[in-house]
């Protein structure tokens, strides 16, 4: 079982530019929420996805977007980047189906973002 | 806003007990409190939650106060590999996957 996966590692992009994250989530797991971690601070929560359909968002702008896909899978969109977009973006997937039995979120490793 | 209040930092000598703090006055009814761990530069690792009853697994034992406004998250034996920011949260079910983290207690394993 591979867990969860995120690509690309790690990334540089440029003020103004767009950026997209992908996420593939643990083996039977159909749901999957986005952080944004700040150097020395917590995860931030951006949104979760279940089913395809965005179903909680955190306090970000529109900027950032998402994707599921049948498969499960995800992705993160951030457009028009912000040098304050700069950290570490982690994916957390779960499965509602097993949520009563199995309460816990599984973390990818992350993707760095750096925006220069 | 924080729901939790945790020390920011703490020490524990190796193979010592690690008790780490946490204050969730504010918790209702149907809300969890959970633990996870990050270990510098990975993803946060799930520890252990609970509601009401005080809960152990391979990885810790949590002591939740009766009245629920506070628990504790110890680590029997800690280890040098235990070195890592630990967040307590307080969620209920729907929030399982959107975890509001706050800024954790860095915990540090000295030899």
């Known amino acids: 079982d591979a867990g969860v996966t995120q690509s690309p590692t790690h990334l540089i992009k440029t003020r103004g530019q767009q950026v997209t994250l992908r996420c593939s989530p643990k083996?039977?797991?159909?749901?999957v929420s986005w952080y944004q971690q700040a150097l020395g601070q917590g995860p931030q929560f951006i949104f979760q996805?279940?089913?395809?359909?965005?179903?909680q968002r955190g306090n970000f702008p529109d900027r950032f977007s998402g994707h599921q896909f049948p498969n499960y899978s995800s992705e993160l969109n951030v457009n028009a980047l912000l040098l304050g977009d700069s950290a570490l973006y982690l994916c957390?997937?779960?499965?509602?189906?097993?949520?009563?039995?199995?309460?816990?979120?599984?973390f990818g490793q992350g993707t760095r973002l750096t925006v220069v | 806003d924080a729901k939790t209040t945790q020390p920011p930092s703490m020490d524990c000598a190796e193979g010592r007990a690690a008790n780490l703090p946490c204050n969730h006055s504010?918790?209702?009814?149907?809300?969890?409190v959970y633990w996870y761990r990050q270990i510098h530069s990975q993803g946060p690792q799930y520890i252990i939650h609970?509601?009401?009853n005080n809960e152990t697994n391979e990885m810790a034992s949590l002591i939740i106060t009766e009245d629920r406004k506070s628990s504790t998250l110890i680590l029997p034996h800690a280890t040098l590999r235990d070195t890592a920011v630990y967040y307590c949260?307080?969620?209920?079910?729907?929030?399982?996957?959107?975890?509001?983290f706050g800024t954790g207690t860095r915990l540090t394993v000295i030899p």
């Open positions: 957390a997937s779960s499965s509602i189906s097993l949520w009563d039995r199995k309460n816990e979120a599984f």
């Open positions: 083996s039977g797991h159909d749901t």
């Open positions: 996805y279940y089913e395809e359909e965005e179903r």
């Open positions: 504010t918790i209702s009814g149907n809300e969890y």
């Open positions: 609970g509601l009401k």
């Open positions: 949260i307080v969620t209920d079910q729907t929030g399982a996957n959107n975890l509001f």
